[in-house]
């Protein structure tokens, strides 16, 4: 069965600090695709990034980097030189594998980030 | 650019009532998801579409009902309302089946509901 752990419930970083969100992931599939998404407080989910399972080559968009190891099925965000306006809940979501248009996403509970100034 | 539309914003019902959360998207997107999120809790997918006339059941879909006449819009009924169904809604599109291509899911901004 398909399942997504996100272990830290709660973060709490200082301003300037460097941040990992760790999310491990379990599937039986071999062709899958992982996302991370941003809740700001104001609700609205935002998308960050989307990885296949065929690419692990690790990405890195400005603060933001992720690394994908398929070795400890995990799937971890860093967040570089945090700032106030990172704090948020962030969600890690597997996308099961190819069943033709039934694809559908399996959400992990989400850790909520906190960055004080 | 208006995106993924949710109507309304909040709503507060009597057990028992019944409602219409009303969705619409205008990026001519095949297809549309209804998810709950309860407090301090992930997604849950309520009921899919892969086209207009198709629909789907995801997790969770007892209480719900779901229709899909047209492409933009996506409205899920409430028929009697029960406390469990106290949570944020999020509707949501895509252009493509979840992971292909680059275009990711696009969320509205969510229905606040609580029954009471």
């Known amino acids: 069965a398909q399942k997504v752990t996100q272990a830290q419930t709660e973060i709490s970083v200082v301003e300037k600090e460097d941040v990992t969100l760790d999310c491990v992931y379990e599937?039986?599939?071999?062709?899958?695709?992982l996302f991370w998404y941003k809740q700001p407080p104001s609700g609205e989910l935002v998308f960050l990034i989307r990885?296949?399972?065929?690419d692990e080559q690790n990405e890195i968009s400005g603060r933001y980097s992720w690394n994908f190891q398929k070795s400890t099925s995990s799937f971890n965000f860093t967040i570089t030189a945090s700032q106030v306006v990172d704090s948020a809940v962030y969600f890690c979501?597997?996308?099961?594998?190819?069943?033709?248009?039934?694809?559908?996403?399996?959400w992990g509970l989400g850790t909520s980030l906190a960055v004080n100034p | 650019n208006a995106g993924v539309t949710q109507t309304p914003k909040f709503r507060i019902l009597k057990i028992g009532q019944s409602m219409t959360l009303q969705c619409a998207q205008d990026?001519?997107?095949?297809?549309m998801y209804w998810y709950r999120q309860d407090p301090g809790m992930g997604l849950k997918l309520i009921y899919y579409?892969?086209?207009?006339?198709?629909?789907d059941k995801g997790e969770v879909p007892n209480g719900y009902n779901v229709s899909r006449s047209t492409t933009e819009d996506f409205p899920l009924r409430l028929e009697l309302a029960a406390p469990s169904q106290t949570s944020v809604y999020f509707c949501?599109?895509?252009?493509?089946?979840?992971?292909?291509?680059?275009?990711?899911?696009?969320f509205g901004d969510g229905t606040r509901l609580s029954i009471l």
């Open positions: 949501a599109s895509s252009y493509s089946p979840l992971g292909e291509g680059n275009q990711p899911q696009h």
């Open positions: 990885r296949n399972s065929f």
């Open positions: 979501a597997l996308s099961e594998g190819y069943a033709g248009n039934n694809r559908k996403l399996i």
């Open positions: 990026m001519n997107h095949n297809y």
């Open positions: 579409s892969v086209g207009a006339g198709i629909t």
């Open positions: 599937t039986r599939d071999t062709t899958y695709y």
